[in-house]
Structures are given as structure tokens and as C-alpha cells.
Nanobody, 124 residues
Framework: QVQLVESGGGVVQAGDSLRLSCTAS?????????MGWFRQAPGKEREFVAA????????DYADSVSGRFTISRDNAKNTVYLQMNSLKPEDTAIYYC????????????????GGQGTQVTVSS
């Protein structure tokens, strides 16, 4: 059974940085899956944040985080990261890691597996 476990969330002030991690169980053929990060704020729909190809050579970002967030992966550790800099109060949400077998997946429904989420709270 595939499991994705996120960590690294917390409470920070505006302008601070956080790094989220997501480790996949060994049952996932990690290098063949596109890995993504999504977030969901209270009262809002889940939205795409960033994704990275299996090789790590290609990545995509939502306009709202481009230039502030960086997604990366370590295939030797079955782990994907989201480095979040210059955090804003509007970045407050539960952040979810997900894995997709679809090459350019950017919608939640295109992802085969998802984690339980980690809370990020940014105070002003």
C-alpha cells in the first residue's frame, strides 16, 4: 500500500521560510511518478501549488507561488520537498503531497495518491 507522509509545517510570521517534506513508501516506484504539492485554505477548494517530474528536471508552479517556492526531489530517499520563502498570510493552508502517473498532471483528480497534509500558518 502506497503511503505519502508530509512533515515540516508550522506557524511562522510573514516573510519567514519553511521547508516541507514528503516521503513515499517503498511500494511506490518513485522515479516514475510526478510529485505535486497542493494546498487547501479554510472555505476554499484545494489548489495546485507545484509539481516536479520523475527525473526532477522539469517543474511547474502556480502563479501565486512562482519565485517564492521551490519544489525538488531526492529520488534516493523517495522524498519530495517544497521550500517556501517570503511566506504571506495568504499561504496559510493545509499542504498536501501527491503522486501522479500522468506526465503533466496539475489537477488533484489526476493524482493517484495523496498524503494526509501538514498545516502551514503564516501570521501577519
Amino acid at each position: 500500500q502506497v503511503q505519502l507522509v508530509e512533515s515540516g509545517g508550522g506557524v511562522v510570521q510573514a516573510g519567514d521560510s519553511l521547508r516541507l517534506s514528503c516521503t513515499a513508501s517503498s511500494s511506490l516506484p518513485f522515479t516514475t511518478y510526478r510529485m505535486g504539492w497542493f494546498r487547501q485554505a479554510p472555505g476554499k477548494e484545494r489548489e495546485f501549488v507545484a509539481a516536479i517530474s520523475g527525473s526532477g528536471r522539469n517543474s511547474d508552479y502556480a502563479d501565486s507561488v512562482s519565485g517564492r517556492f521551490t519544489i525538488s526531489r531526492d529520488n534516493a530517499k523517495n522524498t519530495v520537498y517544497l521550500q517556501m520563502n517570503s511566506l504571506k498570510p495568504e499561504d496559510t493552508a493545509i499542504y498536501y503531497c501527491a503522486a501522479s502517473s500522468v506526465l503533466y498532471a496539475s489537477s488533484w483528480h489526476e493524482y493517484d495518491y495523496g498524503g494526509q497534509g501538514t498545516q502551514v500558518t503564516v501570521s501577519s
